[in-house]
């Protein structure tokens, strides 16, 4: 079952901040977040295992509520290669084995300068 | 260098007919996944295998076939039975299945006419 993200799409301006919500209906083992320019392979930014757990690298952060079984990241400052369509990537909590790494419909990102 | 490869790059074949799509791993990881990306759905999850000679079916498993004789190899057979082939096939793969980042091909267009 596919993880829902919120919003489908959002446009910025250089330099405003966005952020990008996942949600799922099952408990979670982990959330990934991918980036995904038009006609490429989708990049990961960032993994969050733990519940509560926050990572990030240069202005780009995410969270995650175990309890709530919910992520978001955190565009801070957005830039002009941020743009894209974000990913988020859900494992559940499986009886005895994995379901697989399942995304959500993503996010679009415009940002103009 | 390693990664991970997909090949053809585009892909055209006529209706009623199989086709197989190659996916080829040097990352030495054991587990790999089948994604089919269409417009606004996202990554849907078609099958995957945690483990060479074992694999399990996704979201949308109808109508695909996979073997995994090899770690380095997983093809994707879309069977006749597939009711809507055209779309964009990515695999991917990652050390194991769980809490680990996914590295993907550069995708496979298939154009059924």
């Known amino acids: 079952q596919q993880p829902v993200q919120s919003p489908q799409a959002v446009i910025l301006r250089e330099g405003e901040d966005a952020v990008i919500n996942c949600s799922s209906s099952?408990?979670?083992?982990?959330v990934h977040w991918y980036r995904q320019k038009h006609g490429e392979a989708p990049v990961f930014l960032m993994i969050?295992?733990?519940?509560?757990e926050q990572k990030g690298h240069d202005k780009i952060s995410a969270s995650f509520n175990e309890k709530k079984q919910q992520s978001s990241l955190y565009l801070t400052a957005s830039q002009l290669s941020y743009s894209g369509t974000y990913f988020c990537g859900t494992e559940v909590f499986a009886g005895g084995g994995a379901d697989g790494l399942t995304f959500g419909k993503g996010t679009h990102l415009i940002i103009q300068p | 260098d390693g990664g991970i490869t997909q090949s053809p790059k585009y892909l055209f074949r006529k209706e009623g007919q199989n086709v197989t799509l190659s996916c080829e791993q040097n990352l030495n990881h054991d587990a790999m996944y089948w994604y089919r990306q269409d417009p606004g759905q996202g990554l849907r999850l078609i099958y995957y295998?945690?483990?060479?000679?074992?694999?399990q079916k996704g979201d949308i498993a109808e109508g695909y076939s996979v073997s995994r004789e090899k770690k380095e190899s997983f093809p994707l057979t879309v069977t006749s039975a597939q009711k809507n082939p055209t779309a964009f096939y990515l695999c991917?793969?990652?050390?194991?299945?769980?809490?680990?980042?996914?590295?993907f091909g550069q995708g496979t267009r298939l154009t059924v006419v």
């Open positions: 295998s945690q483990i060479v000679n074992d694999f």
């Open positions: 991917a793969s990652s050390i194991k299945v769980r809490g680990n980042e996914a590295f």
């Open positions: 969050l295992l733990k519940g509560g």
């Open positions: 099952k408990a979670l083992y982990s």
